[in-house]
């Protein structure tokens, strides 16, 4: 079935390094949708991508749809404490009738 | 306006027995997903329910059932529980569909231990 593949599974950065987390599907997604789980917490949603090579920014975090719309990432510039938890991305499956779901990128963060 | 709320927090059950957990909708929500959620395996999606249909089901035996009331409420049951059953449970909301581009919105989730 449709899967879509997130990397990498962990990252573990000093405060105020980059960030980057990327999601990659073998099949043009129609949109792609981001959320954070904190630890011990439930998702929350950050963004949703629509449109072809789409940039959006949400303060340190930005978020891209490829071109292809078939991979999407999310940087996160200099990290804070505030910034730990997992990122997941989330896109319809082919028949746009299921929301299939990255592993998640798990984040920490060295103060 | 309230959140997404899942009852109960937190279950143990033996092996063989049956759960149901429940879940209300933020209000005026219509449409709500069940996942499951284990460590390594990430968010598994179990079923939609929008306008008390059900939409969509994932790839779960059919001891995992759920419905959806005229107010939006959900409940998931699981039957003959087994081990692998453990887990978190959550329960999502969003005013329509996400074909239509509406982001769901997350309870705190049911904790479910099998023993």
């Known amino acids: 079935g449709q899967q879509v593949m997130q990397i990498p599974q962990y990252q573990h950065v000093q405060e105020g390094e980059d960030f980057t987390t990327y999601c990659n599907s073998s099949?043009?997604?129609?949109?792609i949708q981001w959320y954070k789980q904190r630890p011990g917490g439930h998702p929350v949603f950050l963004i949703q991508?629509?449109?072809s090579g789409e940039v959006k920014k949400q303060k340190r975090l930005t978020f891209q749809f490829g071109e292809a719309k078939k991979n999407s990432s999310l940087h996160i510039t200099a990290t804070q404490t505030t910034d730990v938890g997992t990122y997941f991305c989330a896109a319809p499956a082919g028949n746009n009738r299921k929301l299939i779901w990255g592993l998640g990128t798990s984040l920490a963060v060295n103060p | 306006k309230a959140g997404v709320t899942q009852t109960p927090r937190y279950l143990i059950k033996t092996r063989g027995q049956q759960v149901t957990l429940s879940c209300s909708p933020i209000s005026g929500h219509r449409s709500v997903s069940w996942y499951q959620q284990t460590p390594g395996q990430g968010l598994q999606f179990l079923f939609e329910?929008?306008?008390?249909?059900?939409?969509n089901k994932g790839n779960f035996p059919g001891r995992f059932s759920g419905r959806q009331f005229s107010n939006s409420r959900s409940e998931m049951n699981v039957s003959t529980l087994e081990l692998g059953d453990s887990a978190l449970y959550l329960c999502a909301s969003s005013l329509g569909t996400w074909e239509e581009g509406y982001e769901q919105y997350f309870g705190p989730g049911t904790r479910l231990t099998v023993t």
């Open positions: 991508l629509v449109k």
């Open positions: 329910y929008f306008s008390e249909t059900q939409r």
């Open positions: 099949t043009t997604l129609s949109n």
